[in-house]
């Protein structure tokens, strides 16, 4: 049995040392040496890789070394092999980090405050209280809630917008495609925390922006694909969004001359809101073999019809 590591090379490092204190029997490899690939029993990656089925008779699960799995079409999981996305608290409290500090950003009008920095121009800006503003999440999974949990404490009013219902203390919570309007409607600051699936790529668009209050403030931390990328450059033309925080774009890297880079309504990040923390991903790693061998459900099982 033996488990390939394809990624980060330092990442790789940490885990194999954790691995082999753990599971000594296990033997680890790090991509493109696989060992024999006829033992390899488990991958952990990012990148999907061609031809799963015969290159690794023996393999049982693909694991996702990031939350996200939409690189993985359905179709490169042959149906003897499970795919297990990342679930563990280091990803959930980086993104907490990174949303808390993008939603003060809008809230603190700091992109205005960088423009005219950068123009030589000294003006203030009305302070609102967070307790004047209401932040909605579009997705209540691992990474909306830790989210908002952080939000809560500074003080704004939050709402959440999920698949299936959700309860949530101190949320506001609206349910599907019927209650989608009424949720846009009161979101002073929009934050897509969804998976990109079918049904939700493309849902930040121009028919979305209108549902908002006028001049909201948008930030995107889900993937590129949901956001139609003129349609925000023409709510922001329009003023119906005043300014966007962006993590993730269609295109990655950003591709140089496109309007966002230079654009004084956006603000934009590598795609780092959150990473994985090699240490306690290691232990949900080894938690999830574990499970796997015990016949028992593994945490971030991925349900390949439903995309998530
Ligand atoms: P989860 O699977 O835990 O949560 C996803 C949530 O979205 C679920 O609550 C789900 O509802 C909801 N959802 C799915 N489809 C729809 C839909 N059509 N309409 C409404 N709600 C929907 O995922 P995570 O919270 O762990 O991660 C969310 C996403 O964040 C990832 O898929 C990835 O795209 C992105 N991400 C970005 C990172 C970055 O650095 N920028 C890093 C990590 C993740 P239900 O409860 O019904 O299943």
């Known amino acids: 049995m033996s488990i390939v590591f394809q990624g980060d090379a330092a ?13 000594p029997d296990l033997s680890f490899h790090h991509w493109p040496d696989v060992g024999d690939p006829e033992a390899v029993t488990y991958i952990v990656g990012w990148k999907p890789i061609p031809d799963l089925a015969a290159r ?30 990342m679930i563990e608290p280091g990803i959930a409290a980086t993104m907490a980090e ?22 030589g121009r000294w003006e203030q800006i009305r302070v609102y209280p967070a307790t004047a503003r209401t932040v909605g999440v579009m997705g209540l999974g691992n990474l909306g809630q830790a989210a908002l ?15 299936s219902p959700r309860a949530l203390d101190g949320v506001e919570c609206f349910t599907g495609p019927a209650e989608l309007g009424s949720f846009l409607s009161g979101c002073d600051i929009l934050i897509c925390m969804l998976p990109l699936t079918d049904e939700t ?14 001049g909201a ?33 269609d295109v990655e890297p950003l591709p140089p001359g496109h309007p966002f880079w230079t654009h004084p309504g956006i603000t934009l990040t590598p795609h780092i809101a959150s990473m994985t923390q090699p240490e306690t ?19 971030g099982l991925v349900d390949l019809g439903r995309g998530y």
């Open 11 to 23: 990442r790789g490092r940490i885990w194999q040392d954790i691995f082999a204190e753990a599971e």
């Open 56 to 85: 690794f008779p023996a393999l049982k699960v693909m694991f996702s070394s990031g939350a996200g799995v939409d690189q993985f079409a359905p179709h490169m999981i042959p149906d003897s092999v499970s795919l297990v996305r």
């Open 98 to 119: 990174y949303v808390t500090l993008a939603t003060l950003l809008l809230h603190r009008n700091f992109k205005a405050y960088a423009n005219q920095q950068a123009e």
């Open 149 to 163: 949990t952080q939000l809560g404490h500074l003080g704004f009013k939050l709402r959440g917008w999920n698949r």
């Open 201 to 214: 790529r493309g849902i930040l668009s121009a028919s979305l922006f209108v549902q908002l209050p006028q």
């Open 217 to 249: 403030g948008l930030i995107n931390v889900g993937r590129g694909a949901h956001l139609v990328e003129p349609d925000l450059l023409a709510a922001l033309e329009s003023g119906q969004v005043t300014s966007a925080v962006l993590d993730v774009t």
């Open 281 to 299: 991903a290691a232990r949900v790693l080894l938690d999830n073999i574990r499970r796997h061998r015990d016949g028992e459900t593994m945490i």
